[in-house]
């Protein structure tokens, strides 16, 4: 599908959760080519962001009025946003675990980035603060272990994100994931840059509502 993009913003209600629901949004957003992200949320609705060719979130939203054969749909509420520049359609809100980030001062000024995965920290050392600033790359660089210590610069939960599941996403290079911290909220994504011994990444602020463009 072609054609200038447009953004919807959908809250359904009904008894939509635990029946496939963002699931089947999952498949026919990919069918019709629209980006974006669904979730369910702890009100018992089912959101979601939709955007790309007006018919392409046309047709998703309307699949949303209806959801899969399970589902009851009782209300559908959409509000038209500004386009968030996603790269696919995904599920949001599954949990992945916690991270944490401490800042040391060892040998140089730096930061620590842990994050959960399959039950064990995996961890990159960040030489500068991450930002929330969409066009600030921070190098990342994954190593075995880091030692203990330094104060918590931030922490909190986090969830998958894209539709590649972790550890795969990791393995593959490319990671999605929603940071749930008091510095660092929404969207971030984890791009492999360098193999070898110890990778390189870069972690990178996707642009959603939580971004802050310009802040460095």
């Known amino acids: 599908m072609s054609g200038q993009s447009i953004a919807s913003r ?3 209600r009904g008894a939509v959760q635990g029946v ?8 026919r957003a990919h069918e019709l080519g629209a980006l974006g992200w669904v979730r369910n949320a702890e009100d018992g609705t089912v959101l979601a962001h939709v955007e790309g060719p007006e018919a392409a979130v046309e047709a998703l939203v309307a699949f949303l009025g209806e959801g899969p054969p399970a589902a009851r749909v009782e209300g559908v509420e959409t509000e038209t946003v500004k386009v968030e520049g996603h790269e696919q359609f995904a599920v949001r809100g599954v949990s992945a675990g916690a991270f944490v980030i401490h800042e040391h001062q060892a040998t140089a000024p730096g ?3 842990r994050l959960e995965v399959d039950g064990e920290m995996r961890s990159w050392v960040v030489p500068r603060e991450p ?3 969409p066009a ?3 190098m990342a660089i994954e190593v075995e272990s880091v030692e203990d210590g330094g104060a918590v610069w931030d922490r909190g939960s986090y969830e998958q994100g894209g539709r590649v599941p972790w550890p795969e996403a990791l393995e ?8 749930h911290g008091e510095k660092l909220r929404g969207g971030f994504a984890l791009q492999r840059t360098r193999g070898g011994e110890k990778p ?6 996707r642009k959603d509502g939580f971004a802050r463009p310009g802040s460095g």
């Open 172 to 179: 593959r290079g490319h990671a999605v994931f929603v940071l």
């Open 131 to 133: 930002s929330m600033d």
């Open 10 to 12: 959908v809250t359904v």
């Open 111 to 113: 930061f620590d980035l």
């Open 200 to 205: 390189q990444w870069l972690l990178i602020k």
């Open 20 to 27: 496939g629901f963002r699931e089947a949004t999952v498949r």
């Open 136 to 138: 600030a790359k921070r």
